[in-house]
């Protein structure tokens, strides 16, 4: 069945970066667009990054533009979210998706950004 699996998530003081990751097992990777969302505590799930199958497209959320970058490696079947000059309002758990007639998601990880 479809797993998605992230990690690498944490806390960072604001200016920092870090690098999620997201294992996925269970269909053909290299086949689908994949997408990493984020949930702030109160506020609705919104997506952050998006990744077309072959690269060709990333598209990013206004308020990550500039500093996050959406990567895939299909030898690995992984998608990853490079995140810089990290700001509060970047605390969120973060998590990877994938649609195919249904959304999959991964059980998220927690990125907290404070000093």
């Known amino acids: 069945q479809v797993q998605l699996v992230e990690s690498g998530g944490g806390l960072v003081q604001p200016g920092g970066s870090l690098r999620l990751s997201c294992a996925a097992s269970g269909f053909t990777f290299s086949s689908y667009t994949m997408r990493w969302y984020r949930q702030a505590p109160g506020k609705e799930r919104e997506l952050v990054a998006t990744?077309?199958?072959?690269?060709?497209?990333?598209n990013y959320a206004d308020s990550v533009k500039g500093r996050f970058i959406i990567s895939r490696d299909n030898a690995k079947n992984t998608v990853y979210l490079q995140m810089n000059s990290l700001k509060p309002e970047d605390t969120a758990v973060y998590y990877c998706n994938t649609r195919m007639g249904y959304d999959y998601w991964g059980q998220g990880t927690q990125v907290t950004v404070s000093s």
């Open positions: 990744i077309s199958p072959t690269v060709a497209f990333r």
